[in-house]
């Protein structure tokens, strides 16, 4: 998903911590409060989720269902499903697609992590490589690293045959042209100086540059961050994730954000369970968000309370230096047993995940901590 935020970003209410979550056997939509408690939905194994509600979301979970279901591993689950949503061209914040940095550039972050192995890999600031999450699991299976960034990262890719492409669609070109002539009435870009604001005598104005007009791309001050997380346990009980994403629109070039960070954007624990963010990196990183609602789920936490209890760490953060400051997180995660959670900071509703398990799939509401 692409949350929408300006660079002020969020201003909210402070927050105190809840009294925890009551966990419930049930196949409910919703974590629903009760006096302050969260009841879990409870799922089973073998499971799999993505942070994306949508369409694309669901299919690339139908698409792998039938092989982990059988018996197939959690990692190749959370691959190929992931590469379902990496090729998605509608998708702006991940993979084929999302929108550039400043300088017109698709730079690409993908993290993945194995349980069964305790073994990592990712990729930073990669170009022209549509499945970054593929190349982060040859960077953890075929090397004795962690991490392979910008142009040693993509002649890694080249190197085992994965084609060089242009990531950018109309769409994100559209988006890409029209902010370089917004974001700023201090440079050369856009009409112009003597015809800014002309009419002539019929009313008219001067053309438009295109009609593609997405409503979060109005206004200079608009920027926008999104990132799909993919989580799953097996038959066998072994756990698996990926984060993947296209960072922060208009970011500077080489900026990294927290998803091919282990820890920040995406952690697994075979004992416990993993847990992936999506959102504002940078607090992401300040905070290493995944390892720690993994470890809130060790200490006896569900991962709907653990990832509420992760953006409310965010939040006291910056409450302990005076500053009334909450930027848009969104957290998922799992647990060995199948439990699920989702939360985040932003807005007036409910975040959204899609569930894969015994159960069929279905769409799972959390909490919205800044209510």
């Given at each position: 998903m692409i949350l929408p935020i300006s660079r002020r970003r969020f201003f909210g209410q402070s927050l105190g911590l809840t009294t925890g979550a009551l966990l419930t056997r049930s196949l409910g939509l919703k974590a629903a409060s009760f006096g302050g408690r969260q009841v879990a939905s409870v799922g089973t194994t073998p499971m799999i989720i993505t942070s994306?509600?949508?369409?694309?979301?669901?299919?690339?979970?139908?698409?792998?269902?039938?092989?982990?279901?059988?018996?197939?591993?959690?990692?190749?689950?959370v691959e190929k499903a992931t590469n379902v949503i990496e090729l998605d061209p509608e998708d702006m914040s991940v993979g084929y697609g999302g929108l550039p940095n400043e300088d017109g550039v698709v730079q690409l972050d993908a993290?993945?992590?194995?349980?069964?192995?305790?073994?990592?890999?990712?990729?930073?600031?990669?170009?022209?490589?549509?499945?970054?999450?593929?190349?982060?699991?040859?960077?953890?299976?075929?090397?004795?690293?962690?991490?392979?960034a910008a142009e040693g990262a993509k002649e890694f890719a080249l190197s085992f045959g994965f084609p060089e492409?242009?990531?950018?669609?109309?769409?994100?070109?559209?988006?890409?042209?029209?902010?370089?002539?917004?974001?700023?009435?201090?440079?050369?870009?856009?009409?112009?100086?003597?015809?800014?604001?002309w009419e002539?005598?019929?009313?008219?104005?001067?053309?438009?540059?295109g009609d593609d007009r997405e409503a979060?791309?109005?206004?200079?001050?608009?920027?926008?961050?999104?990132?799909?997380?993919?989580?799953?346990?097996?038959?066998?009980?072994?756990?698996?994730?990926?984060?993947s994403t296209s960072g922060m629109s208009w970011k500077?070039?080489?900026?990294?954000?927290?998803?091919?960070?282990i820890g920040a954007g995406l952690y697994?624990?075979?004992?416990?369970?993993?847990?992936?963010?999506?959102?504002?990196?940078?607090?992401v990183i300040k905070a290493c968000s995944s390892f720690f609602i993994v470890s809130r789920?060790?200490?006896?936490?569900s991962p709907q309370e653990a990832c509420e209890d992760a953006l409310r760490q965010i939040d006291a953060r910056y409450a302990a230096v005076g500053i009334d400051y909450r930027p848009g997180e969104k957290f998922v995660a799992i647990n060995r047993a199948g439990d699920f959670g989702c939360a985040w900071n932003i807005g007036d509703g409910a975040p959204a995940m899609s569930v894969m398990d015994t159960a069929g799939y279905r769409r799972y509401e959390g909490a919205n901590t800044a209510l």
């Open positions: 994306h509600p949508n369409p694309t979301g669901q299919a690339a979970l139908e698409e792998v269902w039938e092989a982990l279901a059988a018996g197939g591993s959690a990692l190749d689950a993290s993945i992590m194995d349980g069964r192995t305790y073994n990592a890999g990712a990729v930073a600031g990669i170009e022209n490589i549509k499945h970054p999450s593929s190349v982060a699991r040859l960077v953890m299976e075929r090397t004795d690293h962690v991490m392979l492409e242009d990531l950018m669609t109309p769409k994100s070109r559209r988006a890409w042209l029209r902010w370089r002539e917004e974001h700023s009435d201090r440079d050369d870009w856009g009409p112009p100086d003597h015809l800014q604001g002539d005598e019929a009313g008219r104005g001067i053309p438009e540059a979060f791309l109005r206004g200079p001050e608009l920027s926008t961050h999104g990132t799909v997380n993919v989580l799953a346990v097996d038959a066998r009980g072994d756990i698996a994730g990926i984060t500077v070039p080489g900026r990294i954000g927290d998803s091919p960070i697994v624990d075979n004992e416990v369970g993993a847990a992936g963010a999506t959102g504002r990196g940078e607090d789920m060790r200490e006896g936490r």
